[in-house]
């Protein structure tokens, strides 16, 4: 049943009314470290949600799978229980898709890609020799001394059209998915981390990574090795460009166009490398 964990010093400060409303839930937990609780609460849901899962045995010998009949599936192909495969989807050798996947009409599956449980493919989709989708995310708590590890289990949503290059990687959310939008374009070497969501019709050039919780509108397009923070807002239509760094937490509205590190305003930034670059040579000249 849907609960609270509430920062203990918060809830102390809470209005009685307010504080009335809350505790109405069937359960509530003060705790005087969110981020640690959370860790730790993340493990018996994990244990939870993948003890029956097996990953052993091939869900066509198990008689769990939903293949249309006009799949072509190649040779040394892993398929797990509870599986469903679209009609004319197409996966090459090597290709590892665990269990509990579904996978859309007209997708194809270049050799040695790993699909990750819990993750929901749409049509006509493309993905590349090397992704993986739906790994663990990046998340630990330091506590006393030692990295926790936050355990995933959100899986990944991944909508119609999207084409993901060789060596990518999508890891899968903490309690809730990742979300790649409809007609998505990421190319070869390109992370995306836990939580993001990406809107329609994004940009990802190689290299660029996005860390976790990150939200990029509709149209978002990220140069070369461009690198957008934890928790930060892109805008729809935004532009970073090549090698520029947002910061965590950043928020750019609708249409901007960013470079440099930290990044802000495209023109802003060339007007300052070409100020520091015209300081130079007067310094080289004396």
């Not at 937990?29 to 097996?54: C, E, G, Q, R």
């Not at 970073?240 to 495209?266: C, F, M, Q, T, Y």
Request: charged share 20%; glycine share 12%; with cysteine.
């Amino acid at each position: 049943k849907l609960g609270l964990i509430v920062d203990e010093k918060f809830y102390s400060m809470m209005s009685t009314e307010f504080k009335i409303e809350v505790d109405k839930l069937p359960w509530i937990v003060t705790s005087p470290n969110i981020a640690l609780s959370l860790t730790l609460l993340s493990k018996p849901f994990y244990d939870l949600k993948m003890k029956d899962i097996n990953t052993q045995v091939d869900g066509r010998q198990m008689g769990t799978t939903e293949i249309d009949p006009t799949a072509r599936i190649s040779q040394n192909v892993f398929i797990g229980e509870n599986v469903k495969i679209g009609a004319n989807v197409e996966i090459l050798p090597g290709s590892v898709i665990l269990p509990h996947v579904t996978i859309g009409d007209n997708c194809k599956i270049y050799s040695n890609v790993t699909i990750y449980p819990f993750t929901t493919i749409g049509k006509n989709c493309r993905f590349h020799s090397g992704v993986v989708i739906g790994s663990d995310g990046f998340g630990y708590t330091f506590h006393q001394g030692a990295h926790l590890k936050i355990w995933h289990m959100g899986g990944v949503i991944i909508h119609d059209g999207v084409e993901v290059g060789s060596n990518s990687s999508i890891d899968m959310g903490t309690f809730s998915p990742t979300v790649i939008g409809p007609g998505c374009i990421i190319d070869n070497l390109v992370q995306i981390a836990h939580n993001v969501k990406l809107g329609r019709g994004c940009v990802l050039c190689g290299q660029s990574g996005i860390a976790g919780s990150a939200i990029l509108e509709d149209y978002v397009v990220l140069g070369g090795r461009a690198a957008i923070g934890p928790d930060s807002h892109i805008g729809m239509g935004t532009q970073v460009a090549g090698g520029a760094k947002v910061n965590e937490n950043a928020i750019w509205p609708a249409g901007s166009k960013l470079g440099g590190h930290p990044a802000r305003d495209l023109k802003e930034w060339m007007k300052g490398f070409a100020y520091v670059r015209k300081m130079s040579l007067n310094e080289s000249k004396k």
